[in-house]
């Protein structure tokens, strides 16, 4: 018979319990900052189930391609204004125009901007070659038009401020046929729901599965987004002077310089007062500043310590009130300094932030703007999930109610809660289906 000593077994095991309990607990452990659920009585918000997944429709991905038309009915460029995810925005919906109208597209015109620092053209930040190898079926595509096409100007027509019942094939198509060489910027308001399905695969498949950043470029952001400790959260924020600005709210107790900032840009842009500025305010439509965005991040349990990418431009205001909370934040300027990116402009700059945040870990908006809607679309893509807009106008409306401390932070976590469950806000109607899980 065998027999086996108890006491130093039950000895290694208290020495072991004792060992795991004091590095846990210690102050230096990373664990010991992290409010564990025991605590806070909820997980932080990626830990709520999803109830709504969104994937690109089986339409668009599966479904076969209704054949090109052997004849062309001539040349359309897109003529695209603003800054990078607008004019991608733009460029999608014309591919999209020009399958409706059997035309050829010609690679498109990216307009040199002063206010967004931007020379750079469309093969200055995606890779042509793919592009056109990726559209094979759904559009013709050259890179060059022939001699006889070259050498006139497109006739221009300007589709952007038109309303309504506005259709392409009525009000575009006879120019096309007429002067064989167009030049259009999309309209803002049309209806994609009325395109045929190849003219909708065609947009999707352009915006979704054929734009990629050039080699160059792809090889900073790759650059960039390993120089990011891990894991992290990609936070874009937006409190620029001309946003807050545009907005027409107004802020108590900022800094003079922000408020000088702000005035600058105004222009004529008054801002609100008395009860239409309450009103305006409660239907969320002023920028959250910095410290309400720390705030909420609390409210939803996110740690302190999290590693936290802010995907902005420069001339963010007051971003001391997120950095004296979040202390891990850092930025593509201070983890790159290389003569390279130093000369970058605006939609160079912008494409880093836009691979960076559609590979993180999780990704954060304050806002629902170009850029949000695009990285939001290409993380569905991509099954990537843990994706969330900050709710401006329940932040507004539950403070209006005087609302604050924990009592706000319930509240604030119930209302994000039920957005990230039910997918709201990343709505993808134009290529993405819902899937309930």
Known sequence: MITVSVKPLFTAIFTLSLFLAIVLLSPSSPFSSVPSNK???????????????????????????????????????????????????????????????????????????????ESSGFADVFDVDYFIQQMDGFIKVVKELPPEVALKEPFRVDCSKRKGQFDYIESVLPSLLKYQYISITPAMSQRRDRYPLDAKAALCQACYGALRLTRTLEQKAAELLEAIPKPFLSLHLRFEPDMVAYSQCEYPGLSPASKEAIEAARGDRKPWTGEAARIWRKRGKCPLTPNETAFIFQALSIPTNTNIYLAAGDGLMEIEGLKSIYTNVVTKSALLSGEDFLNMHGNTKAALDYYVSINSDSYVATFFGNMDKMVAAMRAYKGLHNTLFLSRRAYAELTSKGLDGKELMQALWLAHKEDFAMGRGSALPDCFCDLKS
């Open 39 to 117: 605590q806070t009585g909820k997980s932080d918000i990626w830990g709520v189930k999803r109830l709504v997944e969104w994937r690109p429709c089986k339409w668009w991905i599966h479904r076969p391609r209704i054949a090109l038309s052997a004849e062309s009915n001539g040349y359309i460029r897109v003529d695209c204004y603003g800054g990078l995810n607008q004019m991608r925005r733009d460029f999608c919906d014309g591919v999209g125009i020009a399958r409706l109208l059997n035309a050829t597209l010609v690679l498109p015109k990216f307009e040199a901007a002063a206010y967004w620092n």
